[in-house]
């Protein structure tokens, strides 16, 4: 990262601090209830969604583990670093995002707290960084001059694909000269056809149904480089967690047992579920990308957070120079504190 991207986003982050400051008195409907009693302390949640998909919270919600908490949703977001912003500026309670992305504006002074990780990298759930068959681009060398889509900067592609060029060998120069373009996943595969990039990274849903229709194949994927881990997790701010403990226990709790939900229930009756939790919505989404659902990809039981799922991004932070060796500690980064599964041997 250059000086001047780094003055960027100080500064950038500094401006979301003081809003945090100012709005966090603007946050959910209030409801009085004594800091030992069960009951939430808010009656609702904002959030904000993603278009065609099912998050946890959301599955949480219809299965009704989150009751009495409601969820409110704001509207859609295809940007982890712009989601948890949200939270910090208290236009949203919530928000999820890339650990790497999480680790960037912590050490920035967000006063943010992961909580909950909500997916990752499995054998079945994994994002690859696909070329055109017949491209000429063969190995990371061939990368230099060329253009990748991502969903946004600052986040878990970006974080792969450099260090996918680090581990190749490439200077810092060179891997200067490898451009990332932003590009709604929904049109990456369309935009990656029609060659007005070389690579698109494809994950989930959006990359089985560009298999399904052929013709492209992975130059390299992030499980090759990191194996099976969580990547992203939900956060709330310092004062939310403060403030409402009993709604941050619910959270969390109807979160874990929807996201264990999804592991152990047969794949077909989650894909209905999710059909049904579409379609029950009215937003006039398509439902067929969740006919490719396979897994949570997610680690932890319930959700669980552990120390490699923060440190390693701690470490590439320190390598690249954004931040400074001993400038975050991993004591009291994140917590597990609400999640319930946490107790269990």
């Not at 499980?223 to 701010?237: C, E, P, R, W």
């Not at 077909?268 to 049904?276: G, L, P, Q, S, Y």
């Amino acid at each position: 990262m250059t000086l001047s991207r780094q003055k960027s986003f100080a500064a950038t982050i500094a401006l979301l601090v003081a809003c945090a400051l100012l709005l966090t008195a603007c946050g959910s409907k209030q409801k009085t209830v004594s800091a030992s009693g069960s009951a939430p302390e808010v009656t609702e949640l904002r959030y904000q969604g993603g278009v065609g998909s099912v998050t946890f919270p959301e599955l949480a919600e219809d299965l009704g583990y989150l009751a009495p908490l409601k969820l409110k949703y704001i509207g859609n977001t295809i940007s982890g670093p712009q989601d948890i912003q949200s939270v910090v500026t208290g236009d949203t309670d919530f928000g999820g995002a890339f650990n790497g992305a999480i680790v960037k504006l912590i050490s920035a002074k967000a006063p943010i707290k992961p909580v909950i990780a909500y997916y990752g990298v499995d054998d079945n759930t994994w994002t690859g960084y696909y070329v055109l068959d017949g491209s000429s681009i063969k190995t990371a060398k061939d990368l230099i001059g060329k253009k990748i889509a991502v969903n946004t900067l600052g986040a878990h592609h970006e974080f792969v694909i450099k260090e996918y060029l680090h581990r190749a060998g490439l200077t810092a120069e060179e891997i200067k000269q490898v451009t990332l373009v932003v590009v709604p996943p929904v049109t990456t595969e369309q935009t990656l056809r029609a060659e007005q990039i070389d690579v698109a990274a494809l994950g989930g849903v959006l990359r089985d149904k560009a298999l399904e229709r052929g013709g492209i194949h992975p130059l390299f994927k992030d499980s090759d480089l990191f194996g099976i881990f969580s990547a992203g997790s939900y956060v709330l701010t310092d004062k939310f967690i403060k403030a409402n403990p009993n709604a941050t226990h619910k959270f969390v709790e109807a979160t874990a047992k929807a996201i264990e939900w999804a592991r152990t229930t047969p794949r077909e009756e989650v894909v209905a579920r999710f059909e049904k939790i579409i379609n029950d919505r009215g937003r006039k989404e398509d439902t067929s990308t969740v006919k490719f659902w396979k897994s949570t990809g997610v680690a932890g039981k319930g959700g669980l957070i552990s120390d490699k799922e923060f440190g390693t991004w701690i470490q590439w932070l320190v390598d690249e120079g954004v931040i400074k060796d001993g400038q975050l500690k991993l004591q009291g980064l994140y917590t597990n504190e609400f999640n319930p599964y946490a107790n269990e041997k």
